[in-house]
């Protein structure tokens, strides 16, 4: 299984990546939506994305919507990790594709019960 985090900060990065590492994922890393389209167009064929919601040059929430309006990327699972923790920010997440929806601080057990809940790795 491959997985792309998209986070603008390099520790969240760092900590998601271990983490999914540690469940058996070959992971990449962008620092924003753009970077992340970027590294998806170069061939890296990512099971699931990991994405910050608030990021410079493209933020998560428009990643979300690329990706569903893209027919090579309409397959790619999403899930949203972020501090936006508004009923209504969730609500548009989801209704512009997200899978799932994880709010900061979270724990490697929340990821790992998340990821399974999608079929993306052992319960």
């Known amino acids: 299984m491959q997985a792309l985090v998209v986070d603008d900060s390099r520790a969240m990065r760092t900590i998601l990546t271990r983490l999914l590492d540690g ?25 699931v994305a990991l994405v910050d919601w608030n990021m410079p040059v493209m933020d998560g929430l428009t990643f979300i919507k690329t990706c569903r309006a893209r027919e090579d990327l309409r397959d790619l699972t999403l899930m949203m990790v972020t501090t936006e ?32 809940l999608l079929g993306l790795v052992p319960a």
């Open 23 to 47: 469940l058996g994922f070959d992971v990449a890393q962008a620092e924003h939506g753009q970077a992340a389209l970027d590294v998806l167009d170069a061939g890296f064929r990512a099971d």
């Open 85 to 116: 923790s508004e009923q209504s920010q969730i609500v548009r997440a989801l209704a512009a594709g997200a899978h799932e929806y994880v709010i900061k601080p979270f724990t490697e057990e929340t990821i790992a019960q998340k990821l399974s």
